[in-house]
């Protein structure tokens, strides 16, 4: 079995779930893959992987280490391990689904992998720039995989959510992902370019990671990277031609007392220098991430 799958060291025999884990780790390694996309290096993307094809509990994972899975289920390991090294595409395509703030999303390559730390904000309901009891109406600009949209919804379940995006085929996931949700009676999926679905209405909250890679980023990206939307990606030269575009209409779009949050990521130099007058404020996060500003309607 080794033989025809791409390891550079022999698959461990009769192993327990630690086991294959470790050794998927030490093949990705080898390999020289890209993680970024839910996990941060090659253990935890080879325990996703592993966990994901066994069935097994991330909640119970001390038990579920010692487990050893039969002969068909070690194979079936060793081949997904196989496709990640073989295909380098980010594991949560190969599992079809990725956890954002607390819940679990279905995924494909028509859209971006969550992985925003847009999730702290949601958790702390946006605290302490906004007051909570104030949201009435959110909008999410790009929603992809409506990740944000949607934990938003179930973050404020007094709200009513709008979330666009410019792609049919991610309007499909994040359809399947509002029913799994049931967010479906407070949260409306709309087509369209930034603000063009939603004119002359406006929101106590505005939110978006929208594409901010540039051109020249774009082609250094890892595969993995690659493996994803290049419209979810790429916005022009600079990496702001989204982002001008937000900034431009938010204020017309935003009630008085209002607030937009966006993600630029390693754009943000680029930002600022861009609007060297506008008062960003720029978040920081207790588990990782960056890149997020908040401007208030009255500072646009």
Excluded at 169 to 180: D, F, I, K, M, P
Aim: proline fraction near 7%; charged fraction near 25%; aromatic fraction near 8%.
């Amino acid at each position: 079995m080794a033989d025809s799958l791409p390891f550079r060291s022999t698959p461990p025999v009769r192993p327990r779930v630690s086991d294959l884990i470790r050794f998927g780790a030490g093949e990705f390694d080898s390999a020289g893959l890209a993680y970024g996309h839910g996990t941060g290096n090659a253990v935890d993307d080879a325990a996703a992987l592993v966990f994901h094809v066994l069935g097994l509990n991330h909640a119970r994972a001390e038990e579920a280490y010692a487990l050893e899975p039969d002969g068909a289920d070690v194979k079936r390991v060793l081949d997904m391990l196989a496709a990640r090294i073989d295909r380098r595409v980010p594991a949560a395509y190969l599992m079809g689904r990725m956890w954002f703030a607390g819940l679990e999303f279905e995924v494909d390559d028509r859209v971006i992998v969550p992985r925003s730390p847009f999730a702290e904000l949601i958790h702390a309901r946006f605290r302490p720039w906004i007051d909570p009891a104030g949201v009435r109406r959110i909008l999410d600009i790009g929603t992809g995989s409506g990740c944000i949209a949607i934990a938003s919804a179930v973050a404020f379940p007094s709200a009513a959510v709008d979330a666009v995006d410019v792609s049919p085929g991610a309007l499909e996931v994040a359809h399947r992902n509002v029913e799994r949700h049931s967010v479906g009676d407070r949260l409306r999926l709309l087509q369209g370019d930034v603000f063009e679905p939603v004119s002359g209405q406006r929101y106590d909250l505005v939110v978006s990671n929208p594409p901010y890679v540039s051109d020249d980023e774009m082609r250094d990206l890892p595969p993995e990277y690659r493996r994803e939307p290049d419209l979810a990606l790429r916005a022009g030269s600079d990496g702001l031609d989204i982002v001008r575009r937000i900034l431009a209409g938010a204020r017309e779009h935003l009630e008085p007392s209002g607030a937009l949050f966006v993600e630029v990521g390693d754009s943000d130099e680029r930002l600022q220098r861009a609007f060297p007058t506008l008062p960003f404020t720029w978040l920081e996060f207790e588990h990782g991430g960056g890149g997020v500003f908040m401007v208030r309607s009255s500072e646009l």
